[in-house]
């Protein structure tokens, strides 16, 4: 059922995926504080993104020693960049949780340095153009030209002006806060204070 062939698979998998994470996730932040549950989650999350490394590390290496590489070896080291980012961010992100979130682990160095894989791989996906039966991606150099160009009017706009958007951030509070205010009904958690 799951690895039927077509879109109904890809559905499928997305679909099952989707329930069972969220499912789970629910039934456990019922009784977990939600620091605790996102770290479980960054943890679970570096599990996934570390798979991804993994399976995709022989053939991005490949790709990057190939004197004429395919379109398609874009695509895979395009795609291993990223997955390192995103595993690189997630292990940082629950580290800085787990040490208390300390400021100046916060303004690290290398917090930008990892960044910058996802930008790599990104750029490598739309110089990708027409890798998969000549259609995908799409040409999308413009658009890349655009969005970095409009990026580097945000940047130089909010290091000028420093807006202050905490008023705006907290009033987002009880829509992306704790929902199930964990500890309140007195079935796990730390009790109310």
Wanted: aromatic share 10%.
């Amino acid at each position: 059922m799951i690895y039927n062939d077509g879109p109904s698979g890809i559905r499928q998998i997305l679909w099952l995926t989707a329930l069972l994470l969220f499912t789970g996730y629910q039934i456990v932040n019922v009784f977990v504080p939600n620091a605790d549950m996102i770290v479980a989650t960054r943890i679970l999350a570096a599990a996934f993104y570390s798979v991804v490394v993994y399976a995709y590390a022989g053939d991005a290496w490949a790709a990057v020693r190939r004197p004429v590489p395919t379109k398609a070896d874009f695509l895979i080291v395009g795609i291993w960049l990223s997955f390192l980012s995103h595993l690189a961010q997630t292990v940082y992100a629950a580290i800085y949780r787990l040490a208390d979130a300390p400021q100046w682990l916060l303004n690290a160095e290398i917090v930008p340095l990892i960044v910058l894989f996802s930008m790599m791989a990104a750029v490598l996906h739309v110089a990708a153009t027409g890798s998969i039966d000549g259609e995908v991606p799409r040409r999308s150099r413009i658009a890349l030209g655009i969005c970095v160009g409009a990026a580097v009017l945000m940047v130089g706009a909010i290091v000028a002006t420093r807006p202050d958007i905490g008023p705006a951030i907290e009033r987002t509070r009880p829509y992306i806060g704790d929902w199930w205010r964990t500890g309140e009904l007195g079935l796990g958690g730390p009790a109310p204070s």
